[in-house]
């Protein structure tokens, strides 16, 4: 009963203290036979331990509920110590933390999300994931690293880096990824030179990449073909070429709005004939890309703020008999120099939907 004495005891000490600790009840309770002893025959009441219990438990001022540790906006400045070891998901967003050193996130096994977003990290020690053998979700966008953390771990499915310092892409950082599902890296000062030649060629499973608002001038070569979205929307591309989409069949969706496209290679859609959203806007194609009347899945298809001067009656959709097998639900074609009544309207034979095309010039 000595242990259900101090349980109230210490019931009493929380409700005295001036926030809610939800989790602290149920570390009570799973390290019920580790509390700490007290004198034969002295008065819990009084004799009663520092309020140190053995074994971990929630780090001063976090919140620890049902595996998951909220560290958030606390100012935090390091990694706290002793973090539960069953912790699962342990978030430190919108802190200070300028360093993950080795150590920090020792015996934490079982995390399977690790938020880091909008800290001042600039160094990632090379051991210091290597404990987090069950990782899937890594978040450090909103940070000042220069480079993606070496010795990633092996399970990681996802990982977000955006708007760090990032400028080089290394093969070498993805080695054995192979369960990497969704990439972001977007705003970082990362240029086509940056990216090693087949950096991404190992992902095998990687489905989702965004590489947006970074000094890219050219489709990065050697992406796996699993993927099914690309986004590279505000770089530097100037070209699409023959074989910069190549082997991507599980293709769907291609994100190339804001750059500075003036041309599209004919063929090069033909190497993505799953896809059913492209976006060209913002660009400075002269014409509508080639190919387009070929693919049967294509829905969305976004010209619109280019130099397309006009369009050709087979520039959407197939000649003849429509083998297309999905139908067109949203085109743009406004703010072009071509003008909508110079456009035959057969051009648009195979869109039954009137409100998917846009083309006025309107404002
Ligand atoms: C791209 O390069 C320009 C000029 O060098 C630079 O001002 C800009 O910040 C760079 N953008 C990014 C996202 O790094
Ligand atoms: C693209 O290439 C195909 C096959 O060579 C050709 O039939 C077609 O006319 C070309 N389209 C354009 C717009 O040049």
């Known amino acids: 009963m000595r242990t259900a004495i101090i349980f109230i005891v210490l019931l009493a000490v929380c409700w005295a203290k001036p926030f809610h600790q939800r989790g602290l009840f149920d570390f009570m309770l799973e390290d019920e036979g580790s509390t700490p002893d007290i004198d034969e025959g002295g008065d819990p009441t009084v004799t009663f331990p520092p309020f140190v219990p053995a074994g971990p438990m929630c780090p001063f001022r976090c919140q620890c509920h049902l595996r998951v540790v909220q560290c958030s906006d606390l100012g935090l400045e390091n990694v706290p110590k002793d973090i539960p ?25 079982n995390l399977h999300a690790l938020i880091l977003v909008n800290n001042k990290i600039k160094k990632i020690s090379p051991a210091a994931l290597n404990p987090l053998t069950k990782l899937e979700r890594l978040y450090l966008s909103k940070n000042n690293l220069k480079e993606l953390p070496s010795n990633m771990p092996k399970s990681l499915q996802e990982l977000r880096v955006h708007e760090n310092e990032i400028s080089k892409v290394k093969k070498s950082v993805f080695d054995g990824l192979s369960h990497m599902i969704v990439m972001e890296l977007g705003t970082n000062p990362i240029t086509s030179s940056g990216i090693e030649n087949g950096a991404f060629q190992g992902l095998k499973k990687l489905s989702y990449i965004r590489i947006a608002d970074t000094n890219i001038t050219s489709i990065p070569q050697g992406l796996p073909s699993s993927l099914t979205e690309l986004h590279l929307d505000g770089n530097q591309i100037a070209k699409v070429d023959l074989d910069s989409l190549s082997g991507l069949r599980n293709l769907a969706k291609l994100g190339l709005s804001y750059n500075n496209i003036a041309t599209v290679e004919n063929g090069s859609l033909a190497s993505i004939p799953h896809v059913r959203e492209l976006h060209f806007d913002n660009n400075v194609l002269t014409q509508v890309p080639a190919g387009l ?61 009137r409100s998917a095309i846009q083309l006025g010039n309107y404002k």
């Open 85 to 109: 070891s069953d912790t699962t998901l342990l978030d430190l967003q919108n802190n200070k933390i300028t360093e993950i050193k080795d150590g920090d996130f020792k015996n934490l096994k």
């Open 293 to 353: 009347a070929e693919h049967k899945y294509i829905q969305v298809v976004y010209l619109h703020n280019n130099k397309i001067a006009a369009v050709d009656v087979n520039d959407f959709c197939p000649l003849g008999y429509n083998t297309k097998k999905a139908s067109y639900s949203g085109v743009s074609l406004f703010s072009n120099p071509v003008q909508y009544w110079e456009i035959q309207p057969s051009a648009f034979r195979c869109i039954y939907e």
